[in-house]
């Protein structure tokens, strides 16, 4: 990977981070004014430490271990951050098992969010797809059926990865409807501050998992997705304490989040069926569609203005 690709990956997978966590911080914004400003203090140095070294860091790694398990996990850990050739083909061997899981948990999770989740109506035809809210279990298992079949034929691990993706959405979502419901709650609560930022972090553990499976459409090299993710995680921890107010106003922010999780979902599939795309594709297509939807809120925010 030359340096202009590099550095594209990581600012692709900070992008990528921040808009796919938008809901969760505004949510942990909002939770934070009912807490003292030590407190608030503390969730930004030490949170930040736990949810970029310890949450963000820790899943990439446990799945580069279960794909090279011969090494070990301290192996693993080791292996990732040097030139060692066994690992990188190890990796590269299994590669199209991990990109399928991953890309139909991500798949699954565009759809939810357009036939099922309240939204900004930001394209023509999604006022009209949410209306047939029925129709998400319809389509996701005919998607599943039809990845199933090309799975089997090429090597039946790929429909068994693509099984696993679509029950680790089905799993993972159910906690993630139940920990929104409880963060909200804890508005009201009577919790302490120390109790609410712990809560936040477990919180925020479950909603990390889609920026580090999406990050694997960008690369496959650990240390790229940590530094991505982790300036990511940053800047919107920052975000968080400081700007949330001014996000919220960007109305089609999470629209340009969840097209950009179809395309890398739809990437990663494609890829492991043997359609290998450029690794630069996975951030040109963030940038654009992510600029396209902040361009979209911008005038949307100057017709408010106006008003």
Partial sequence: MNIFSLVLAVFGLSLF???????????N?????????????WFLIWGLFSGVF????????LIVWVMAPSKGLAGAFLASFSADQEVAHLIEASAPVLLMGGGVFLVFLFF?????EPKNFGLPGERFIQAQGVWFYAVVSIILAGVVWFGLS?????AFSAVVGSTAFFIIHGFRQQAELAEKNLMNSGMSDISKILYLEVIDATFSIDGVLGAFAFTLSVPIILLGNGLGAIVLRQLTISNIGRIKKF??????????????????????FGLHI???VSPVLTFSVVGYFFLKSKQALALISKK
């Fill in 17 to 27: 981070e921040i808009i796919s966590s938008i809901d969760n911080a505004i949510i």
């Fill in 29 to 41: 914004a909002e939770v934070l004014t009912t807490m003292k400003p030590k407190a608030r203090r």
């Fill in 54 to 61: 310890i949450v963000r860091g820790l899943l990439p790694l």
């Fill in 112 to 116: 939810h969010w357009i036939f099922l």
């Fill in 154 to 158: 090429q090597r039946p691990i790929l």
């Fill in 251 to 272: 109305l089609f922010l999470k629209n340009g989040a969840m097209y950009s999780i179809l395309f890398l979902g739809s990437i990663m599939i494609l890829d492991s």
């Fill in 278 to 280: 450029p690794h630069w």
